[in-house]
């Protein structure tokens, strides 16, 4: 019973490298989500995807790309890590809408 | 411009009372409303959720109440566990152009239990 799972769980990373996240999902959902944390701010939308082969911007897409190549999986690029993406990202997914989420545990990414 | 908002950072509560969180929003075009709970080192998990049609939806321990005329939404659990010490966030949607629907989340509360 897999449901929603992110590789890495912890990243260090030198600003200017960069490095994919990646999010894979076992229940046939449509929507898939990448989200931020941090102290103070909330959940806030990077991107998102309502199907395979779809992607849209959410609230902060800069400094992010992502692609939908297969239905269950949902990858997060960082082309050039800045000190401003330390963050701890979740990968959400659910079968339509935002009616209800299911989360990733999270990858705590650090960029020094 | 924090359209939902959640205005305790924290509360505490004895082991056995009620515990009530809440949440304002300022749209009114916000349709639906989820709770979600969040362990440390986990992702939110979905708790419970209320249409705008409903004034109040309940799931065992856990009840929300929605006021639209006040745009408040309160999450009230009785009785408090200590396992339910985590932070609860409130979130609202709402249907985005293109029919996609778009979801704004509270800052979240840090509820602890006391045993």
């Known amino acids: 019973n897999a449901g929603v799972t992110q590789t890495p769980k912890f990243r260090v990373l030198k600003t200017g490298q960069s490095m994919t996240l990646l999010c894979a999902q076992d229940?046939?959902?449509?929507?898939m989500y990448w989200y931020r944390q941090d102290p103070g701010m909330g959940l806030r939308l990077i991107h998102y995807s309502v199907g395979e082969g779809t992607t849209a911007k959410g609230e902060v897409p800069d400094g992010y790309n992502v692609s939908r190549l297969k239905k269950q999986n949902f990858l997060l690029g960082l082309e050039s890590a800045a000190p401003s993406q330390t963050s701890v990202y979740f990968c959400?997914?659910?079968?339509?809408?935002?009616?209800?989420?299911?989360f990733g545990q999270g990858t705590r990414l650090t960029v020094v | 411009d924090q359209q939902v908002k959640q205005n305790s950072p924290s509360l505490s509560v004895q082991e056995g009372r009620i515990s009530i969180l809440n949440c304002d929003y300022t749209n009114s075009m916000f349709d639906y409303f989820l709770w979600y709970k969040k362990y440390p080192a986990e992702g939110p998990t979905f708790l419970i959720s209320?249409?705008?049609i409903k004034d109040k939806n309940e799931d065992g321990r856990f009840t929300v109440f929605l006021n639209k005329s006040a745009k408040h939404l309160s999450l009230h659990i009785v009785p408090s566990q200590p396992g339910d010490s985590a932070v609860y966030f409130c979130a609202a949607s709402l249907d985005n152009a293109g029919n996609n629907r778009k979801l704004i989340w509270g800052l979240g509360t840090s509820l602890g239990v006391n045993p």
């Open positions: 959400a997914s659910s079968y339509g809408g935002y009616t209800e989420a299911f």
């Open positions: 229940m046939n959902h449509e929507y």
């Open positions: 209320i249409s705008s």
